[in-house]
């Protein structure tokens, strides 16, 4: 299932999980989340592409499609007769001969983190195997200006959270746009809609009256009474508005409802007011601000408040939403507002986004690629192979298809592009033993210089990773010879039925 997605021409896919939500993608972290999946040795494959997931936020098909030609390899190994015990052994030679030839191979250097050229040029790569449509030219400059906007003095400290992602029916992607701070897609309380240089409180509560937990009756005996009631209630928010406003407060952020009297003192002190229902939103806000959620209300302590440059509503493609702008180096903030015609097509983006996103957390940890577009791949099977033939013990079938089980990436984008297999690979092959960077070029089956013709780069790192984690799993199910499966204790079941009282009493 994961295989038809590899790759620029991969098949899209329907999931549909246990909720009934549908899932347009050809992402297989999003296939191996919502799936439920039974088999225990499958399972083990799926927990060591959610590593991948969450150490490189990438590759996690390479790491399903590497497995599994490793344990068909594997199966072919014991049919003919070899002990598992071996087969693991060579598996191993091989995955340290693969570490060895990661330092060997000629590699593609990113010189500037902060250039968008050279970084959106390694971002797409990334980005144009699950795009649904071809929009990755469009997409990735903005993935690496929103990445270069947040990236703080040391790069090593980059944070991927600070890239938010805000999602807008209608338009198209084109109409997609890089705005600098955090987007709110919701209209202000009341009618301050800017504030500058202002202190910001964030509450996690009602910012309203609240009620008597007892159902009391209230005697009035004339109008004077009435009229004091009512401004005791009127005199307390007050009160709390006015705390908020000597505290030095120009805007407020509320997580539950805001009263009609909150909002009338809220805007005689000149206070924006920001409402929001979802409490992940309220955290974001907070500490895209650097303030503290407050679950009481009142005053609150200097400590307790956030800081932000601006505040602000702007109407962007004729909906109003709240910009949220901080320039701090330690919290520098940007958002990609994503347009799209279908909630599914702006879902599947976001998932885009954010490994472009992840892509450039590596990249300021590591700045070398590898060839991609099957060069790598196909550089890895034939030294590996020719390595096996050196090896004299039994290890050395075991090393030959370990060799082989690489093939499988560079074979399978050429299935997926509906190209001739046999021919193109043995040309691929022999190509690549002239020169290490030659990949394949999916369009027309040509076999061209990856980096410098096609550009097209794997992450050194993500890559090595995955076929660790691939490998991680193989061998762990190769040691594993029994499946028993615990059946839960008790009798057999009583039948079905009306039964009569004292049914178990009666003599047989």
């Known amino acids: 299932m ?41 399972r083990l494959v799926v927990n060591s592409s959610k590593m991948q997931e969450s150490e490189c936020g990438d ?3 390479y790491v399903i499609t590497i497995a599994g030609e490793l344990l068909n390899n594997a199966e072919a190994l014991i049919k003919a007769g070899l002990h598992p015990t071996e087969i693991i052994t060579g598996y191993e030679k091989g995955l340290t001969k693969v570490f060895e030839l990661f330092e060997e191979t000629k590699k593609m250097e990113v010189e500037n983190i902060k250039d968008e050229k050279e970084v959106a040029k390694v971002i797409r790569p990334v980005i144009a195997t699950k795009m649904i449509q071809r929009q990755d030219s469009f997409l990735a400059p903005l993935i690496a200006e929103a990445c270069i906007k947040t990236c703080p003095t040391k790069p090593e400290l980059f944070n991927e959270e600070n890239v938010r992602i805000a999602k807008m029916l209608g ?11 955090m987007v709110v897609v919701r209209h202000i309380e009341g009618a301050i809609t800017k504030a500058e240089n202002c202190k910001v409180a964030v509450f996690n509560c009602p910012l309203d009256t609240i009620g008597a937990e007892t159902k ?27 705390g908020i406003v000597d505290a030095g407060v120009k805007a407020v952020v509320v997580g539950g409802s805001v009263g009609n009297m909150a909002i009338h003192y809220l ?36 400590e307790e408040m956030g800081y932000a440059d601006k505040i602000q509503v702007e ?21 990609l507002l994503v347009r799209g015609a279908t909630s599914n097509i702006l879902d599947n983006t976001e998932k885009i986004i954010e490994d472009g996103v992840n892509l450039y957390k590596s990249l300021c940890k590591s700045n070398l690629f590898v060839a991609g577009a099957g060069a790598f791949e196909a550089f890895l099977s034939n030294t590996i192979k020719d390595y096996a033939k050196t090896v004299t013990s039994l290890d050395q079938y075991s090393l030959e298809k370990f060799g082989e089980s690489f093939e499988v990436i560079p074979r399978t984008i050429v299935e997926n592009a509906g190209l001739k297999v046999s021919e193109i690979m043995s040309n691929l092959l022999s190509k690549n033993r002239e020169d290490v960077t030659n990949g394949l070029n999916y369009k027309t089956g040509e076999i061209k210089n990856s980096i410098s013709d096609l550009e ?11 076929i660790k984690f691939a490998m991680d799993s193989v061998i762990t199910i190769l040691k594993v ?21 004292g049914w178990d009493n009666e003599e047989m």
């Open 59 to 61: 590759n996690t098909n």
């Open 481 to 501: 010879d029994q499946i028993v499966v615990s059946k839960p204790a008790g009798g057999p079941k009583a039948a079905q039925g009306g039964q009569k009282a």
């Open 2 to 42: 994961t295989r038809t997605s590899l790759g620029p021409n991969g098949m899209n896919k329907f999931i549909i999980n246990h909720l009934d939500k549908l899932y347009l993608t050809k992402d297989s972290g999003v296939m191996c989340r919502e799936l439920d999946v039974n088999h225990p040795a499958v």
């Open 456 to 466: 097209v780069f794997d992450h050194s790192e993500t890559k090595k990773w995955a």
């Open 267 to 302: 805007d005689r002190y000149k206070v924006l007011c920001l409402r929001t229902l979802s409490k992940f939103e309220l955290r974001r806000i907070a500490k895209a601000v650097g303030a503290t959620p407050l679950v009481r209300l009142g005053t609150p302590l200097p």
């Open 171 to 181: 338009g198209s992607i084109y109409d997609s746009q890089v705005i600098n701070g």
């Open 315 to 335: 109407e962007i493609g004729s909906q109003k939403c709240v910009v949220i702008t901080r320039e701090s180096e330690e919290n520098k903030m940007s958002t």
């Open 216 to 242: 009391d009756t209230v005697l009035f005996k004339n109008a004077d009474e009435l009229l004091g009631y009512s401004k005791t209630e009127e005199e307390n928010i007050e009160n709390i508005v006015k």
